[in-house]
């Protein structure tokens, strides 16, 4: 294959990059100011996704959902035929790496583009659709799917719904919302969410899933020069800087932390936090020392981050 972007895996398709992959990716699809006025959609949730760092097969699969329905509209004005794609997809990764953020992101996209009538977003997990009797969990599911109508519906931590095998009203769950999905397949997206291997487990105990959810991402745990990148992007929009020690303290901070809890560390979610905290000592040093001109109010230092006491967790 020449340049390999799909691998079907499955019965979805997976999006490989390739380094070729990779220049198409940066290719503009604006050649000029006047183009990007006509693709304006597109262009702003370019830049509001460009204020992330990585998420790069999200930015793909903007991209390429947005031409695909442009397109449409052009066939639709010659008179050829248009025909829906089912747009349910499956988001695998760790803790804070941005499963959230995005399904938001691309519920507001899609309403934008015409695909979803409201493009509210309504997350829910085992507990809103699972209930305590048999018929109680067709209808709070049924009551959720109402609920969703017309927008994104982001099911967290959806292999729970597996837990406890056959017999566990969570089937009873995955049997309702699947016949949703056939029924009223264009009217509400589904985005099922979760950690990785257990993703991959509960798709394989439920063999008519995977296919019904032609779109899968993979959110990779962020590299330690990206965490230092959304380090800088975080304290920058809270008009914040870091000292040269502070950076070198920070970063070595978070490559210890990356590679000692692999499986579970909580990426973008614990720089956020992190960061908080950071904001947090410097107020109270600046307090201690009665500092309060402009440069003092903007650095945040090494002795700002006191890792060892940290209330912040990991996780
Ligand atoms: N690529 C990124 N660039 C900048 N900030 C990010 C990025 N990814 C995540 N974050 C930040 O990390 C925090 C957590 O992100 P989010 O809630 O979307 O993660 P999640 O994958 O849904 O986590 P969980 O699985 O625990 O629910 C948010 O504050 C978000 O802004
Ligand atoms: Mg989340």
Redesign the pocket.
């Known amino acids: 294959m020449d340049n390999p972007a799909y691998v079907r895996k499955k019965g979805r398709i997976n999006v490989v990059l390739t380094q070729k992959q990779n220049k198409f990716e940066e290719e503009s699809l604006f050649e000029n100011e006047e183009s990007k006025i006509e693709h304006d959609v597109l262009a702003r949730f370019e830049q509001e996704l460009g204020e ?4 790069e097969e999200v930015k793909r699969l903007v991209k390429e959902i947005y031409a695909w329905l442009f397109i449409n509209r052009c066939r639709e004005k010659e008179g050829l035929k248009v025909t829906k794609q089912a747009l349910h997809m499956i988001f695998k ?1 760790n ?8 399904a938001r992101l691309i519920a507001s996209f899609f309403h934008e583009m015409g695909v979803l009538a409201k493009g509210h977003f309504l997350e829910v997990e085992r507990a809103d659709l699972v209930g305590e009797y048999i018929g109680h969990t067709a209808q709070k599911t049924r009551e959720v799917l109402k609920k969703a109508h017309g927008g994104v519906l982001f099911i ?1 931590e959806a292999y729970s719904l597996a837990r406890g095998g056959e017999k566990d009203f969570g089937k009873e769950a995955i049997d309702t919302l699947v016949k949703a999905m056939e029924d009223r397949q264009h009217e509400f997206v589904l985005i099922l ?1 979760g950690y990785s291997d257990e993703m991959d487990y509960f798709l394989s105990l439920n063999p008519g899933l995977p296919s019904r959810f032609p779109i899968a991402i993979d ?1 990779p745990n ?1 590299s330690t020069n990206q965490l230092m990148e ?1 380090v800088r ?1 975080m304290l920058h929009e809270r008009q914040y800087t870091l000292t040269e020690d502070a950076q070198k303290h920070v970063k070595d901070h978070l490559q210890k932390i990356r590679s000692e809890e692999e499986g579970t560390f ?4 614990y ?2 936090n992190m960061i908080e905290e950071a904001i947090r000592f410097q107020a109270v040093r600046l307090l201690r020392d009665g500092t309060f001109d402009k440069d003092s109010l903007v650095t945040i230092k090494r002795l700002d981050f006191q890792f060892h006491s940290s209330h912040v967790k990991v996780n």
């Open positions: 992330y760092v990585g998420l990764g803790p804070g790496t941005g499963k959230t953020t995005v967290d969410a959110f962020y959304m992007r909580s990426n973008g979610r720089v956020r």
